[in-house]
């Protein structure tokens, strides 16, 4: 293991309490993956894939592992997960809708490498001792892991999602994973602890600003209804937990012209069972309740004629059923293809934006479509990634999961006068 810490002037900052090691996520997008040794203990803080490749990319090898902390269930933190119940029985410390919707993904993930025909580094067993090792938390309850005091704390990313805090001899890491300062539709804002002496922050929207949320919505809503009044279909790809049910509550006007395929389905009634994490859940089972839900193929060919609006996993069209939509769309210049956040660079869905081809490993097309791209992120902008910088007052902070980590990590340090770091995978800090 070597240690990078002395030559970027963390250690000796207040002395060394701990290591953190990178495995995933270090100046990218994807496979998030974070190790925290003292002595012999070893917490891993997400253990996610990246799925722009076939097959995904994981993070790197971790053993002796004293437990796992998962954020949330995108499987860009949680898609490698399984990996670490190979040979070992560690606790899995999540929240009940996380867990529920991580079992999901996995099962999801394990269907489509038998489909395209590649092999996962993990088994259906290793999957079941993951669920099994689970220990469910609420938030701001207190866990201990040796002799860290733990806790997780609502982040607004997507339902059941969380920050991760972890303190020992009067010393805090507050790991932010995805989060969201401003409340949407879905959720209210995170909900920060009082002080973090290390900040581990995601950095996604670094150095960028999102539109105003009430005019990003209406400009979304105007693309529908130019659709609508075409008669022709907007298509709209999400990720299935989160993105999806904000997307639906955006257009509850439009409800009775709503199909809703794929992943989305099983995600939706697995929140709507644990609604407290919801802000309206009322009105989010009411829009679910007037939609289409789409379950077989015949289904899915009357959607396409019948249905203007298609709102359908996977949002960087890496898979799923958008890619039935859009070949039956694609030599339709006046129908619509709306996406509605962030997309991985090297994705399908970037490179179907950036060109106007998709492209992936079975096929090429050009697609003749109104190609849109609508934020709607539940990611913190660059200024909400400041102002928690400042809630928080951290001593150090580093910076993670984003395309620019180290300007971030620049940016950071003149504006509050704290050491700051954009780490690679596999470097190793003192803090």
């Known amino acids: 293991m070597r240690s990078i810490g002395k030559q970027l002037g963390f250690a000796g900052w207040y002395g060394v309490f701990m290591r953190l090691e990178v495995l995933g996520g270090g100046r990218e997008v994807g496979r998030s993956a974070l190790s925290i040794r003292e002595r012999d203990t070893n917490i891993i803080m997400d253990y996610g ?8 990319q994981f993070p790197l090898w971790t053993k002796d592992v004293s437990a796992a902390i998962i954020s ?9 997960l399984p990996i670490l119940y190979r040979d070992e029985k560690p606790p899995l410390f999540t929240n ?16 489509i490498a038998r489909k395209e025909k590649y092999l996962l580094p993990y088994s259906r067993n290793d999957a079941k001792r993951m669920v099994k090792s689970a220990k469910l938390m609420t938030y701001q309850e207190t866990f201990k892991v040796d002799g860290f005091s733990c806790s997780l704390h609502d982040s607004g990313h997507i339902p059941g999602s969380a920050g991760i805090l972890l303190s020992k001899n009067g010393k805090s890491v ?45 400009r979304f809503i105007s693309s529908i209804e130019e659709a609508l009044a075409l008669d022709e279909t907007a298509l709209v790809p999400v990720f299935a937990i989160g993105r999806a049910q904000e997307v639906l509550l955006i257009l509850e006007k439009y409800t009775k012209k709503i199909a809703l395929d794929g992943m989305a389905k099983a995600a939706s009634e697995i929140i ?22 789409i379950r077989t193929d015949a289904e899915r060919e009357r959607a396409i004629k019948k249905y203007p609006i298609i709102v359908t996993t996977a949002a960087m069209m890496a898979g799923g059923p958008v890619l039935y939509y859009l070949r039956h769309l694609s030599r339709k210049p006046e129908a619509k293809v709306l996406f509605t956040g962030y997309l991985v660079e090297d994705s399908p869905a970037r ?78 800090l003192e803090i």
């Open 174 to 218: 507050f790991y932010t994973s995805d989060i969201k300062l401003e409340p949407t539709r879905l959720l209210g804002g995170c909900k920060l602890p009082d002080h973090a002496d290390v900040l581990i922050t995601e950095s996604t929207y670094s150095g960028r600003e999102h539109p105003n949320r009430e005019a990003e919505e209406k």
């Open 72 to 80: 949330h269930a995108h499987l860009d933190h949680s898609g490698g």
């Open 272 to 293: 709507l069972d644990y609604k407290y994490h919801l802000r309206d859940p009322k009105r989010l089972k009411r829009v679910l309740n007037k939609v289409k839900w």
């Open 49 to 56: 894939t990246k799925l722009e490749t076939v097959p995904p």
């Open 351 to 428: 490179g179907l934006i950036d060109t106007g081809v998709f492209q992936s490993v079975e096929e090429k097309y050009h697609v003749h479509c109104d190609i849109r791209q609508f934020d709607l992120s539940s990611h913190a902008g660059s200024n909400e990634l400041m102002e928690i910088i400042k809630r928080l007052g951290p001593k150090q902070v580093i910076c993670v999961h984003g395309d620019d980590c180290e300007k971030f990590a620049k940016s950071v340090e003149e504006k509050f006068n704290v050491p700051a770091i954009a780490p690679k995978n596999g470097d190793v």
């Open 96 to 111: 009940d809708v996380t867990l529920e919707a991580i079992a999901l993904l996995i099962k999801d993930s394990m269907k």
